[in-house]
């Protein structure tokens, strides 16, 4: 996660919304409660056009958004960089205007400037508007979304350029503060896409921190190709995999499902307007995060993270004391896991423990030295964090320390995510 301090972040809670395609104009703001009973709380608004739409149907849109207690990227057809491709500097006058009319909204977050450009034509275009954004509002945060990162992206799409190389230069060159991309392969069968997921977190959150920015990944809500309709596993495991790997947001993709597109199906609100066993998901998901993580994960600063077990997309295997005090994370069962470190402010440091098995459950533990004064464990209330004592309360979890070692053993659900911070004085 990146060094941004909590007020440059788009809300209290960690910011979570999805790819919005429907227009303003048949998006009634009723749609809006759908939204914040799912557990969105930065998201972007429907697609709005100054050829096509009222732009006090945008305004409704925005007061209802912060009514919702959301943020809001601002998504107006007018901005897309593919309209500025041959004359970059015509985006000055087009965002003025939506500026002036959408800017200073306080649901207002920043705007959408368009989707995985793909030369080095499109790249000067983007890095033209993140340029004219931020002259004209230093205080917005443009929203760009990249590509996947795939073995031989260099050069097929960055002229050989090395990926680590380019995606600095674009980042020094913009000025933009928010990396984003997708990634969907972790949905093909199997195994088979899980490596260039993570490689593709390994890769775009070291850009961000490198560069001080934030970092933001899309996910996927919506069976299509050769992705399967993720269950409430598949949800769970994508969410938590993402937090514990750093990044400070994500989107998912999509969620309203689309007519007459080959095999699209299983959105969050489906082909027919409905809210899907996707949404149910989602829904459970999401408000079970936030009441656990949502407050605490958006003020911690992340420093590291490792595999166990397994490793993928080139994550280290954790080895004794990488971390201080831990001797190694196991799983009884042999499953995959993750074991991150974050830090807040005070320079706590918390440990972030994930069962990285998108299909089993298994018992996991942490082996740590000896003579451990306390197990913090954490659940948000409304936005107050409660500290509870783990050693006193573990209910089912495992812990016993003999002086010499300490063992924290927890039974994880697929993706399930748990925090802890262990204090020696």
């Known amino acids: 996660m990146s060094n941004l301090p909590c007020e440059k972040k788009p809300s209290f809670r960690y910011p979570i919304g999805f790819w919005n395609y429907p227009s303003v104009q048949v998006t009634p703001v009723s749609q809006v409660e759908s939204w914040k009973r799912a557990g969105i709380t930065c998201n972007q608004t429907p697609f709005f056009s100054y050829g096509s ?4 149907d945008m305004v409704a849109m925005l007061d209802e958004m912060h009514r919702a207690g959301m943020r809001a990227f601002v998504c107006v057809s007018d901005l897309d960089f593919h309209r500025f491709l041959q004359d970059p500097e015509a985006f000055r006058p087009v965002f003025a205007r939506a500026y002036a009319d959408f800017g200073r909204h306080p649901a207002t977050y920043g705007f959408f400037i368009g989707d995985e450009p793909l030369n080095g034509q499109e790249f000067s275009a983007c890095v033209r508007a993140y340029q004219i954004m931020r002259e004209i509002a230093p205080e917005l945060t443009p929203l760009l979304n990249f590509n996947p990162y795939w073995e031989g992206m260099e050069n097929d799409l960055l002229g050989g350029e090395a990926f680590d190389a380019w995606i600095d230069r674009f980042v020094r060159e913009s000025g933009c503060p928010l990396i984003c991309y997708d990634c969907y392969s972790q949905m093909n069968p199997g195994d088979e896409g899980i490596n260039m997921y993570f490689r593709n977190l390994n890769r775009y959150v070291g850009a961000a921190e490198r560069n001080g920015v934030m970092v933001w990944n899309t996910l996927l809500s919506c069976g299509h190709f050769r992705y399967r309709v993720p269950d409430e596993d598949d949800i769970r495991w994508q969410l938590s995999t993402t937090v514990a790997s750093g990044c400070d947001g994500i989107l998912w993709f999509l969620w309203y499902g689309q007519n007459l597109t080959n095999n699209y199906r299983g959105a969050p609100i489906d082909e027919l307007g409905e809210e899907s066993a996707t949404y ?21 600063r992340h420093e590291k993270t490792y595999h166990f077990c397994k490793a993928y997309g080139g994550y280290p295997l954790y080895s004794t004391y990488d971390l ?21 402010e005070e320079g706590n440091r918390y440990l972030v423990l994930v069962n990285n098995s998108p299909r089993e459950s298994g018992l ?10 306390q197990v913090h464990r954490y659940w948000d209330r409304n936005g107050e964090m409660c500290d509870m004592d783990f050693i006193a309360s573990h209910h089912d979890a495992n812990y016993g320390d003999d002086g010499n070692t300490a063992r924290i053993g927890l039974w994880l659900a697929p993706g399930q995510m748990e925090v802890l911070r262990v204090s020696y004085d």
């Open 324 to 344: 201080p005090h831990l001797r190694k994370a196991v799983s009884d069962h042999g499953l995959p896991g993750i074991v991150s470190s974050f830090t807040d």
């Open 280 to 300: 149910a998901a989602i829904r459970r998901v999401q408000l079970l995060f936030h009441r656990r993580y949502g407050t605490l994960m958006n003020r911690l």
């Open 53 to 56: 739409h009222d732009p006090a």
């Open 364 to 373: 996991f533990w942490l082996i740590f030295d000896g003579g451990v004064r």
